[in-house]
């Protein structure tokens, strides 16, 4: 029997098969002239890392490779990425830049953790079930808890219960050391920095340190009237993965320490991992293209909205039920079979979702599938309206045609 967590994962045979082969187009709002777009090609709802890059992030990386530099993160624009991040933090930091959110997350709670130790974290959190065992491997064999009876979001009454059960007989038990929270949560919400204090309290009433998986913190700080340095270490963040390749970057992660002393080592680590790139102004300048004067959040939120409207006309769509209020760039909906079938027919990726992470009042009907649709920074308005069409208006062809398989 296919266990929940196997289910998680897409359907990816079905996925692959229904995708087209995607079509250059004319340039987007962002300049971006490889846009995959309209219906009768594809309509990525997949994942926010299926588009490329943003022009400005382009140039910087253009910019940057036009003259010799010094290696291994000495360069001009990893230095100024550092002082970008240390001014929209607000904060003195130790920042390093690896190529995978993967190695970001694992290589943070090495630093924060004990190989003896326990690492608490949503159930369905990215550490737990999509990094294989990357963080149990960089940590030395730290446990992963799940906080089981959290729903979209991890509560400080949940976290309190799970601390409570754990059993604590040393040197027979794991302790905690650490707790991971992603921002955006695995459900698309987003964490204000009140429920980050109450959280990271309880964390250290327990000695344990708080990692933020930030792979959508972008879009978190883009929703939330607030500023970064509300939502990290003014809220007892100790680590933050910032993600930017979900929202405009090519491949481009930076580990942020907000209290040197867990940076103690790190380079070392990272080394130890692989993740210490000759080049490192490929990361450095990615980095500055995205910080500087707001792109960011520029493109943040320009996924949100493109997310928003999607929300709104999917639960304006007869049988259709958005489960989650949409915070993010990510929509959870369950629609009629037939439905996701015809919008799969018509162009549109998306992948089915995990009933076991649905609302606690939600479940899924016999003929309904649980749907999860991701916008980027690249999805504009009239691709969304299109899309919401398609839900009404095209019937579906009868096969696609082999040739048009993406690989
Ligand atoms: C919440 C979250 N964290 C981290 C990552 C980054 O993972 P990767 O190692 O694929 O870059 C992802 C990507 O899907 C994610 O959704």
Redesign the pocket.
Same mark, same amino acid.
């Given at each position: 029997m296919q266990s929940s967590l196997q289910c998680l994962r897409p359907f990816s045979e079905f996925f692959c098969r229904s995708i087209w082969r995607p079509r250059p187009q004319k340039s987007s709002a962002h300049g971006n002239p490889a846009k995959w777009s309209s219906l009768g090609s594809a309509v990525i709802f997949g @994942?926010d890392?299926m588009v490329g890059a943003s022009d400005r992030i382009l140039d910087a990386l253009v910019e940057a490779n036009a003259t010799p530099a010094p290696s291994y993160g000495a360069d001009p624009w990893t230095i100024e990425a550092e002082g970008l991040l240390a001014e929209t933090f607000e904060h003195d930091l130790a920042a390093f830049f690896v190529a995978?959110?993967?190695?970001a997350?694992s290589l943070a709670l090495s630093a924060i953790t004990q190989p003896w130790s326990a690492v608490l974290c949503h159930r369905h959190?990215?550490i737990m079930v999509?990094?294989s065992s990357a963080p149990e491997f960089f940590t030395g064999g730290a446990r992963l808890i799940p906080v089981m009876d959290a729903d979209g979001k991890i509560t400080p009454e949940a976290l309190g219960r799970t601390l409570k059960r754990l059993p604590a007989d040393g040197p027979h038990n794991v302790r905690p050391s650490a707790v991971s929270l992603?921002q955006a949560s695995?459900c698309g919400l987003v964490y204000s920095p009140y429920e980050i204090a109450a959280l990271t309290d309880i964390a250290k009433s327990h000695g344990a340190a708080v990692h933020m998986?930030g792979?959508?913190f972008a879009n978190a700080v883009a929703r939330l009237n607030c500023s970064p340095a509300e939502l990290t270490w003014k809220a007892g963040v100790d680590v933050l993965?910032l993600?930017a @390749?979900?929202n405009g970057a090519l491949a481009a992660?930076a580990v942020v320490f907000f209290d040197r002393k867990h940076a103690v080592d790190f380079s070392s680590r990272r080394k130890r991992a692989g993740h210490l790139v000759a080049k490192g102004r490929l990361f450095g300048a990615q980095f500055v293209g995205w910080l500087q004067d707001g792109h960011w959040l520029d493109l943040a939120r320009s996924a949100n909205r493109a997310a928003d409207q999607l929300s709104a006309g999917l639960a304006r769509h007869s049988g259709v039920r958005v489960v989650w209020p949409t915070e993010a760039n990510e929509v959870f909906a369950i629609l009629p079979r037939a439905l996701g079938e015809k919008l799969r027919a018509a162009g549109g990726v998306f992948y089915e979702w995990n009933p076991d992470s649905l609302p606690e009042n939600e479940s899924l009907g016999k003929e309904e599938v649980f749907l999860r649709f991701v916008t980027s920074f690249l999805t504009s308005p009239r691709e969304v309206s299109d899309f919401l069409e398609a839900a009404g208006a095209i019937s579906a062809p009868e096969t696609l045609p082999d040739s048009d398989v993406w690989h």
């Open positions: @994942s890392n995978t959110g993967t190695a997350n959190a990215h999509d990094e992603s695995e998986d792979a959508r993965c993600g @390749s979900k992660e």
